[in-house]
């Protein structure tokens, strides 16, 4: 059974930083393209951040650049989300999102083409 399982997310003070882990089971996360996605309470669903499957080309939603960055563990299966200097209005669930094998469709700030989904992670921002 193909499965994404997030973690890492949790209460944190403005100005802080989280990591965000995305692990895959029962596929090899290296041949997918990962998105991230968020969901804030009342809000829409927004892209975030995806990772290519090869090369591991990344883009980022414009307002979160140099704050938020993904990267892949291929050695560990999981695609991370590292976020700093976070505000409140990063506050939401945070979802892990694949794409493939050989998913090519990350583009902008997420995946168009999604596959499979996490489960989700709450994060809060708030002092």
């Known amino acids: 059974q193909l499965q994404l399982v997030e973690s890492g997310g949790g209460l944190v003070q403005p100005g802080g930083s989280l990591r965000l882990s995305c692990a895959a089971s029962?596929?090899?996360?290296?041949?997918?393209?990962i998105g991230w996605f968020r969901q804030a309470p009342g809000k829409e669903r927004e892209g975030v951040s995806c990772?290519?499957?090869?090369?591991?080309?990344?883009n980022y939603e414009d307002s979160l650049k140099g704050r938020f960055t993904i990267s892949r563990d291929n050695a560990k299966n999981t695609v991370y989300l590292q976020m700093n200097s976070l505000q409140p209005e990063d506050t939401a669930i945070y979802y892990c999102?694949?794409?493939?094998?050989?998913?090519?469709?990350?583009?902008?700030?997420?995946?168009?083409?999604?596959?499979?989904w996490g489960q989700g992670t709450p994060v809060t921002v708030s002092s």
């Open positions: 999102s694949a794409e493939g094998p050989y998913g090519n469709s990350c583009h902008d700030d997420r995946l168009y083409e999604v596959d499979y």
């Open positions: 990772i290519s499957s090869s090369p591991s080309r990344t």
């Open positions: 029962g596929f090899t996360l290296d041949y997918y393209a």
